[in-house]
């Protein structure tokens, strides 16, 4: 798509995000959960075992075992039960009465009760005063008393550290109340201490993180300088589309695209035009002065201000600055004396705009329109084929691809994105015939078109999911062959190396030499935070997140990113609250 990072698809795929990268030309990582990925390792038969609701009140507290330090409790704090000790004995049994009228759902009776216990209660027996505190911090949640479940959740924690109960039921009170960075540290002790296999504290880890996201992103998008990508990305993004105009040479005495079916003699091009002059600074890869060219040329209503508009508007994009993009491509979107070549350029990229902030209606809404007016224009099949992958439309996909086939038999890259639109279809369908037949399909399109480096590079994702590891290994080498400055490339590599040979020197030495040959690729610097996650190089990987941030390319992948230095940054206050910390690589 013309987007610079595509959405996520609607629905699940079965494959990680990052396998979608060179779907579309560029990259994007795991999501939210990315940097808890150590978890990927782990079986998953516990997970539906954890999945439900906790019970409360409780009878005594219930730390979780194996994982946690000394300083957390066992049922009965330092010392034992005293059976014949009748302050305890009178503290239990007040507790016992606080459940019963809990269970009939009369909270106030129930919390005088819990105030009884814990007033019966002997100080040094801690495990014990913890549950009090914990059932009567639940009766105040029936009762929506917030507050009160944070104080006595917090008394709790304070008697038994490791209390997941009440660390988990606080975390529920702070997000009422809008303290989402305490909830957050709070979820994140919780999922540590489960081992991240309960659904509901990962989904409202996975809340929070995303909200703190878009709220920390749409700050910094607003306030934020904008910067142009590498010229590999800009020379790869002009590669998806074949009709565009505005990538194409204009040479001195060629016809404007309107005058070509208009009789009489072509008009010289003269070196004045600031359109020109930006067309002549693209060839010349001297992409900062585009922009201020093309201002001149519409600014002195000049002959290409249409083409200028285009231009500027898909610079405007490039850097990640929609707002001033959207206007120009509304204006040559409405001009019904322009070319339909430039007005459908502008409604494929204007939807892949509207895709990028999460519109999918308006999106396809602007591709159908573009097929409509232009309907032998590849470019729009190629680019709604890939909205379609993304939205898990993948047959309406296939059907948009066969469509960009027919009118361009030599689209490579049309031809690899659509065995993988099958593959990913047999795959996500366990149909193992209709995989196999996909995977020919790819050793089909490499053999007829061996320089197409995007054909290898999907093959490559393919045979990753089908564990065949050393043929994707060979396919990646292929493409680095064929553009050795493609940084995205070596990120792939660098994670199958991780995969297959659990290699992590050799991971990280190619996702190094990613960011040596293009200093601006987020990719490299994202993947390259959850890796440093995994070890428990946690101020590491909050360095690695936050130049991911300033490279950004819009206020979505901003958001994303924040959500994973914020989901490491929890992770380092949980460690020194508490002493917990994930497993490491």
Known sequence: MAASKPVEPQSGSGLPRWQLALLVGTPIVLGVG?????????????????????????????????????????????????????????????????NKYFKAGKYEQ??????????????EQKGDLSTFYQNRAAAYEQLLKWTEVIQDCSQAVELNPCYVKALFRRAKALEKLGNKKECLEDV?????????????????????????????????????????????????YFSSFTDDIISQPLQKGEKKDEDKDKEGEASEVTGSSGYLKAKQYMEEENYDKIISECTKEIESGGRYTTEALLLRATFYLLIGNATAAQPDLDRVINMD???????????????????????????????????????????????????????????????????????????????????????????????????????????????????????????????????????????????????????????????????????????????????EIDNKCDFAYETMGTIEVQRGNLDKAIDMFNKAINLAKSEMEMAHLYSLCDAAYAQTEVAKKYGLKPPTL
């Open 34 to 98: 990315a940097v808890y990925l150590w978890n990927r390792s782990r079986g998953k038969e516990k997970q539906g075992k954890r999945n439900g609701e906790r019970k409360t009140p409780e009878g005594s507290a219930s730390p979780v075992q194996g994982q946690i330090g000394s300083h957390c409790l066992g049922p009965y704090g330092s010392g034992q039960r005293n059976p014949s000790g009748s302050p305890l004995d009178r503290a239990q049994s007040a507790k016992n009465k606080g």
């Open 110 to 123: 129930a919390i005088q009760c819990y105030t009884d216990a814990i007033s019966l209660c002997p100080k």
């Open 188 to 236: 994140t002790a919780v999922c540590i201490l489960e081992v991240f296999q309960n659904q509901q504290s990962m989904l409202l880890a996975d809340k929070v993180l995303k909200q703190l996201g878009k709220e920390k992103a749409k700050e910094k998008y607003k306030n934020r300088e904008p910067l142009m990508p590498s010229p590999q990305f800009i020379k790869s």
């Open 337 to 515: 004396d322009a070319s339909v070549k430039l007005r459908a350029n502008a409604l494929i990229k204007r939807g892949s705009m509207y895709m990028q902030q999460q519109q999918p209606q308006l999106s396809t809404q602007d591709f159908n329109i573009a097929a409509e007016i232009d309907p032998r224009n590849a470019d729009v099949y190629h680019h709604r084929g890939q909205l379609k992958i993304l939205l898990d439309q993948v047959e309406e996909a296939v059907g948009d691809f066969d469509e960009c086939i027919k009118l361009r038999p030599d689209s490579a890259l049309a031809q690899a994105q659509k065995c993988f639109a099958l593959y990913r279809q047999a795959y996500t369908g366990n149909n193992p015939s209709q995989v196999q037949k996909a995977m020919d399909g790819f050793e089909d399109v490499i053999r007829r078109f061996p320089k197409c480096a995007e054909g290898y590079a999907l093959y490559a994702q393919a045979l990753t999911d089908q564990q065949q590891f050393g043929k994707a290994d060979e396919m990646y080498d292929k493409c680095i062959e064929l553009e050795p400055d493609n940084a995205t490339t070596y990120v792939h590599k660098g994670l199958l190396q991780l995969q297959w040979k659990q290699d992590l020197e050799m991971g990280l030495e190619l996702i190094s030499k990613a960011i």
